[in-house]
């Protein structure tokens, strides 16, 4: 199914290195505008939308989706030629963003992980409290899938991540909206539970130059998730922001953009 599928991408800039740019879940790649224009003068940027976003198929496979899936169709979407890759990918996409560079291995040049939510790893890392924490919400999702109650899933999603009332502030065409675009999530959470990949493993396959943020106030799972991939990458560049949630390249993109662009300054054709 992957290696048919083709994504659809959101381009700005036509000459330098590529960069490949992941949103997280619920989202689109439209929530890399503000970076996307930072670096179009620069670099070639493809915006990808997953399975199920925007223009972009919906996942159909009667198997678990994997991490592997998710790269496949991200890499359709880098332009072509064999040059340097940058990748960047936000929480479910911060993950994808892992495997993907671990697939363009040398030519992954540079990877740059905001938030990012393999879960599986607290499982064998043995943070069993965080890792509930987030299974539970999982757990949420998957029962929205069997029974249709995406309303209430939606609702208990965006007040995880972005703080309690949340929801209650939206208005209700937005809710209704929100509701809608959650249903990919159902299948992201098999390649983010079921993923084996020892930490080890990661820490081996991905670019010594990889940069890795995350904000202060964030979600314990992910604060955990975080403080694993740092000990286990001690030469990572590594951004504890002061605030702005799990949802800091959009609450806060005048404090990431710097951070990503800064990251892929140095990053030629000849890296």
Not at 182 to 191: G, I, K, S
Not at 237 to 254: N, Y
């Amino acid at each position: 199914m992957t290696g048919a599928a083709t994504p659809e991408v959101i381009a700005a800039g036509e000459a330098g290195p590529a960069v490949l740019l992941i949103h997280s879940s619920a989202s689109s790649g439209r929530q890399w505008k503000h970076l996307s224009a930072a670096l179009e003068g620069t670099h070639r940027v493809r915006a990808v939308n997953m399975f199920g976003y925007g223009g972009s198929p919906a996942w159909e496979g009667a198997r678990r989706q994997t991490l592997a899936d998710q790269s496949a169709l991200a890499r359709a979407a880098l332009p072509e030629g064999d040059g340097p890759v940058a990748v960047v990918g936000h929480s479910f996409g911060g993950a994808v963003a892992m495997q993907v560079a671990a697939d363009l291995g040398p030519r992954a040049a540079r990877l740059v992980l905001i938030e990012p939510n393999p879960f599986y790893l607290l499982a064998l890392a043995g943070h069993a409290e965080a890792h509930a924490e987030a299974m539970a919400l999982g757990a949420v999702i998957r029962r929205a899938g069997r029974d249709g109650s995406w309303r209430h899933a939606a609702q208990v999603f965006a007040d995880y991540w972005n703080g309690p009332g949340t929801w209650d502030a939206m208005p209700e065409a937005r809710q209704a909206g929100f509701a809608g675009v959650l249903r990919p999530n159902l299948h992201e959470w098999d390649a983010v539970e079921f993923e084996t990949t020892p930490l080890a493993d990661w820490a081996a396959r991905l670019p010594a130059a990889t940069t890795l943020i995350w904000a202060a106030d964030t979600v314990r799972p992910i604060a955990e998730i975080c403080g694993l991939l740092r000990a286990g990458n001690p030469g990572w560049d590594c951004h504890e922001l002061p605030g702005g949630g799990h949802m800091v390249p959009v609450t806060a993109p005048e404090t990431v953009t710097p951070l990503v662009v800064r990251a892929l300054q140095d990053m030629g054709e000849s890296t």
